[in-house]
Structures are given as C-alpha cells and as structure tokens.
C-alpha cells in the first residue's frame, strides 16, 4: 500500500520561504507523477504545481509561477516543493498526491486531482501579513 507523508509545514511571514518534502513509501516512487495541491478555508482544493515521473516536465498554476518549484529526488522517494516569496493568499492545507504508471500526460490532466491514485494527510502553511 503507497503512503505520502507530507512536512515542512508552518507559519511564515509574507515573503518568506518555506519547503515541504513528501516521501513515498510501499511503492514505486520513480514510476509516479507527482504533484501538489492546496485547499484553504472555505474554499475548493486547487491545483498547484506537478512533475513528471521522470522530472523532464514542471507544472504550474499561474500564480505560483517564478516563485515555487517542484522537484524530486528519486534516490530518496521525495518530491518537494520550493515556496518562496509567500502571499498570504498561499495560507492553505497543502497537500501531495501521486499517479503511478510512468504516467504522460499534459498540464490539463496533471492538473486533475480526479487522476491522482494517491494522496498525503496534508501539512498547514500559514502566511502571516
């Protein structure tokens, strides 16, 4: 059974920093796609950044771009998620999820939670102005 674990949560000030890891573990990290999602309070979970199970391909949400990165570390079952320059709009449960099956697919279908096989329990960010 595949389980992800996110960390690196927490409470940050406006434009500051923060990583979150997710580590896979009962499967086969290297064959998913990966990404990461985000719900806030009162609001629909949102797409925010994916990669590829190769790594070849990044994915992400217009708002987030030039300021997060998604990378992975095969090696150690992990993606991550890079987070700089953080609004208070970004305070929300995130979340990681995985699709296995050396899946290709394009931003669309990346972007779909509804195709994700596998998700974390979440981790808080908060965002202080």
């Known amino acids: 059974q595949v389980q992800l674990v996110e960390s690196g949560g927490g409470l940050v000030q406006t434009g500051g920093s923060l990583r979150l890891s997710c580590t896979a573990s009962?499967?086969?990290?290297?064959?998913?796609?990966m990404g990461w999602f985000r719900q806030a309070p009162g609001k629909e979970r949102e797409f925010v950044a994916a990669?590829?199970?190769?790594?070849?391909?990044?994915y992400y949400t217009e708002s987030v771009k030039g300021r997060f990165t998604i990378s992975r570390d095969n090696a150690k079952n992990t993606v991550y998620l890079q987070m700089n320059s953080l609004e208070p709009e970004d305070t929300a449960v995130y979340y990681c999820?995985?699709?296995?099956?050396?899946?290709?697919?394009?931003?669309?279908?990346?972007?779909?939670?509804?195709?994700?096989?596998?998700w974390g329990q979440g981790t808080q960010v908060t965002v202080s102005s």
């Open positions: 990669i590829s199970w190769s790594g070849g391909s990044t």
């Open positions: 999820a995985g699709r296995g099956g050396y899946y290709r697919g394009t931003y669309t279908t990346h972007a779909d939670s509804r195709l994700y096989d596998y």
């Open positions: 009962g499967g086969t990290f290297s064959s998913y796609a």
